[in-house]
């Protein structure tokens, strides 16, 4: 099983600090759930606007964070099993106890402070990923701190993934495949696609029980949108009691995710043999689906495989059906950064993640969407190997 291991630690620590040496910085300081996990491979179990959490890793020295003390425990497990990458936690509290004081939540302010001056940084430049209000308000007591927005350039931290992000990635698509494979098994007349996703769950839960034992997996989502349901990318809001008819347009998508990253795959099927104009259709969002996979190339540009995908509708004369841009970058996020793709105009690096979806979407007939989450390099790596043949979409 692939494993994030201290090799990805080491990995973006040195970016790190070359984003600080570049920055004139200090330390960084992380503060929101994908950051979080970014800086330490803890996935955070409370809700940073209601429970605040602070990653700071120094230029120089050992990481620390402080965090709620709902995730206590939680982290105990994460230590002990050596998958996070910090010793150094120090917790608050929600309420007062007669024992075991902990400083308490309104008292954030001043435990940053602490935390920081402890350590050196209390008259440091540190760069943050948002304007954190508790940050500021530690200022207050450390009137020489100065925080310095580093949003943009921690974002590109993030889209080269390390070998070993890459390889759980791959292993996670190849499990998509299987659910898929599973999907096209159970399509059929009068379904419910409600139904029918919560009991492809459970296989796929099953499933990666066996691949993944002991790891971090789950679902975000397995969804099914019928007929013309389907012409909306996120469906028509009225999912409950919809079946699948003979005749329709099925598009669906699965999305888990594993030790953190996620893989989209997503397909089109038809439940009985498709008109001239569904399979027209069909054939055409596969083909632009292609070209964008053929574009994820070390060095074209980011747009680029919008613009391929496009060319490839346009052609057929399909553009009045786009909604949506191609796709985006995949990782920690399931819509991960850059998020531009439509209007990115910076080369490509080899090891970004993208997701290649274009759509098209006709009203009161359905929609026809295939996804292939692919890896940039001097040869575009499509990580989930699902068929896109209207042979093998065609179901019944």
Known sequence: MPKITTAVRDYRVAM????????????????????????????????????????VVPRDGEPFAVMNELSTNHMRFATE??????????????????????????????LLTSSLAARGLGASRIGVDVAHPLLAAAQRYLPELVLRPALAEMRAMRWVKHAEELAVMRALGALTDWVQDRYRENIRPGRLTQELDHAMSALMVEEAARRFPGEDFDILKCWTLAGPASASPHGDGAACGARIAEGDTVVNLILPRLNGYYVENERTWFCGR????????????????????????????????????QAVIERAGFGDYVFHRTGHAVGLMLHEYPEDMAFNTRALRAGEVYSAEPGLYVYGLGGFRLDDTVVVGSEPEVIVKTPKTLEYATVG
């Open 16 to 55: 790190m600090r070359e984003l600080m040496d570049r920055c004139r910085l200090d330390a960084l300081v992380f503060t929101t759930p994908d950051f979080f996990q970014f800086a330490t491979n803890f996935q955070l179990d409370v809700w940073p606007w209601e429970r605040p959490v602070f990653a």
């Open 81 to 110: 099993q050596q998958t996070v990458w910090l010793r150094d936690v120090t917790y608050y509290a929600e309420h007062p106890r007669v024992s075991q004081r902990l400083a308490l939540a309104p008292q954030l302010p001043e």
């Open 274 to 309: 498709p008109d001239d104009r569904q399979a027209r259709l069909y054939q055409v969002a596969a083909q632009a689906t292609d070209a964008a996979v053929q574009a994820a190339v070390t060095g074209q540009r980011v747009c680029d495989m919008d613009a391929a995908a």
